[in-house]
């Protein structure tokens, strides 16, 4: 994918929750696991977790699927290819067996590409995955972005943080004027009560998803003032997260054991994460680990 690659300094940044290919409000997380080819550093996070709206989410899956296709069409033409070369003893024949299912191979990929395109709405980036996470190089995380709106909103999330090129100061500009031109209706002031500790702590149990999760969790830290209230959502939060790595750990023993909730420690480590949760999860499993 080409598309605008932003970078920010470190590997906690911000993600702007909406959907990165048409903008809509997100329904779905999608676990994107690194760039292949990226220049990453051994200890970069292996996949990134972005908010995505399932419609866009089924032409991106449906665009990204096309290759699956075509290739076991040409799977075929070669298992045609030696069962008539072999069997019937026609290697000619055989040969065009194979030579015509490559246009075959064509056409299902083809197919497939237009029901992914047909599945784009006017403001959608593009019919595949619109962003690209390429990983931690050591200083800096960088994303390729096929939408220059999620782009420029990514950049305003993290401001202090993002390396500011002149192409994405350029775009910055424009996106700052095409807002002023065009005013977003204010959002209707909701006049319910804040929520108690007691919501929140629903909130983040019930959250569909880690980027729900962590959303819901660092609206509460800046919401509540009580340290100890605080103290116990982190740790709700952080329970859930681990609930299947530390069931998994129980279930082993010795040397499999310690090598599980390592690789554990490692991931959490290199996650983009809030930074109470993490120091609360890697508490929790240094505490497994040293029962270990
Ligand atoms: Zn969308
Ligand atoms: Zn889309």
């Not at 709405?121 to 996470?133: D, F, M, Q, R």
Request: hydrophobic content about 50%.
């Amino acid at each position: 994918m080409a598309g605008l690659i932003v970078q920010v300094t470190g590997r906690r940044f911000a993600i702007p929750f909406e959907c990165p290919c048409c903008g809509a409000p997100p329904d779905q997380e999608l676990h994107l696991p690194r760039a292949r080819g990226a220049h990453a550093a051994p200890d970069s996070a292996a996949a990134l977790d972005v908010p995505y709206c399932s419609r866009c989410l089924r032409h991106a899956e449906a665009w990204d699927t096309a290759g699956v296709g075509s290739a076991f069409v040409l799977v075929l033409g070669v298992l045609a290819c030696i069962l008539i070369s072999l069997v019937v003893a026609r290697p000619l024949l055989g040969l065009i067996a194979l030579l015509a299912s490559i246009p075959i191979a064509l056409v299902v990929a083809g197919a497939r590409r237009r029901r992914a395109k047909a599945g784009c709405t006017e403001s959608c980036a593009s019919p595949g995955i619109a962003l690209a996470y390429q990983g931690y190089n050591g200083t800096l995380t960088s994303i390729a972005f096929e939408s220059l709106t999620y782009a420029a909103r990514f950049a305003e999330h993290n401001t202090g943080i993002v390396l500011e090129t002149p192409q994405l100061r350029r775009l910055l500009e424009g996106h700052r004027i095409a807002r002023l031109q065009v005013p977003t209706p204010a959002a209707a002031v909701s006049m319910s009560a804040a929520p108690t500790p007691a919501e929140w702590r629903a909130k983040i149990t019930a959250a569909k998803g880690p980027l729900a999760r962590r959303t819901a969790l660092s609206r509460a830290l800046d919401a509540l003032p009580d340290d100890a209230a605080r103290r116990d959502l982190v740790a709700a939060a952080a329970e859930v997260e681990l609930a299947d790595t530390l069931s998994k750990a129980r279930s082993l023993s010795g040397a499999s054991k310690r090598q599980h909730l390592e690789a554990a420690i490692a991931a959490v480590r290199a996650d983009n994460i809030p930074e109470p949760l993490q120091a609360a999860e890697l508490a929790q499993l240094e505490a497994a680990m040293a029962s270990a």
